[in-house]
Each structure stands twice: as C-alpha cells, then as structure tokens.
Nanobody, 129 residues
Framework: QLEIVESGGGLIHPGGSLRLSCAFSGFRARPFNYYIVGWFREAPGKGREGVAWISRSEGMTDYLQSVKGRFTVSRDHGRRTSTLEMNDLKSEDTAVYFC???????????????????WGQGIQVTVSA
C-alpha cells in the first residue's frame, strides 16, 4: 500500500523559512516517477488550494500566484521524496499543507484535485509573530 509521510511543519515568524518534505513508499503497480507531485494547503475557514506542482520529469513546475518567487518545489527520484521550500513566509501562508501524487489528464499537470489519487496526512504551518 502506498504510504506518504510528511514532515517539517511548525511555527515560524513572518519572514522566516520552512522546508516541508514528503517521503513516498509502497509503490507496486506504478513507480514514483509515474506520478506528478502536488502541494496543497487548507487554511481555517477556506477550501483547499493548490500551492505548487512538479511534473514527472522535474522539467515543469507551477505555483500559486501568491507564492511565486517565495516557494520552490522539487523531487528526488532516487529517494522518492518531494520538498517544498518556503521562504519569506507570511501570516496568510498559515494552513495545513498536503502533498499528493497525481496522474494528470491529457498529460498536463494542474491543480485539479480530482487528478490526485494519493494524499499525505497534512502538516500544520503557522506563521505568526
């Protein structure tokens, strides 16, 4: 059974940095590089929104407009991990963050949550003075 373990969340002051990581294991029918990796977040009272995704080959990434230039997504095929580097954090970045594995329709990654099959348990990031 595919397993996703998230780590790295916590409490950080505005302007600070955090690194979130997801470790993936238990691949059976399809290997890690079959999937795109997406990062999502859910703030209190708000719906879940896409933050970043990275394609299978690492050649393509995309970001939520409000995090562009501050967040960087990456993946390591050898270690079967993905990392979300978050810099210059703001209070509005406070949320529970999720990583997920997806299979894009028409081979084009997106933030469409219906395309993501496996989800991490979520990890809290709180940005506060």
């Amino acid at each position: 059974q595919l397993e996703i373990v998230e780590s790295g969340g916590g409490l950080i002051h505005p302007g600070g940095s955090l690194r979130l990581s997801c470790a993936f294991s238990g691949f059976r029918a399809r290997p890690f590089n079959y999937y795109i990796v997406g990062w999502f977040r859910e703030a209190p009272g708000k719906g879940r929104e896409g933050v970043a995704w990275i394609s299978r080959s690492e050649g393509m990434t995309d970001y939520l407009q409000s995090v562009k230039g501050r967040f960087t997504v990456s993946r390591d095929h050898g270690r079967r991990t993905s990392t979300l580097e978050m810099n210059d954090l703001k209070s509005e970045d406070t949320a529970v963050y999720f990583c997920a594995l997806g299979v894009p329709k028409n081979y084009v990654p997106s933030f469409n949550q219906d395309e993501y099959r496996y989800w991490g348990q979520g990890i809290q990031v709180t940005v506060s003075a």
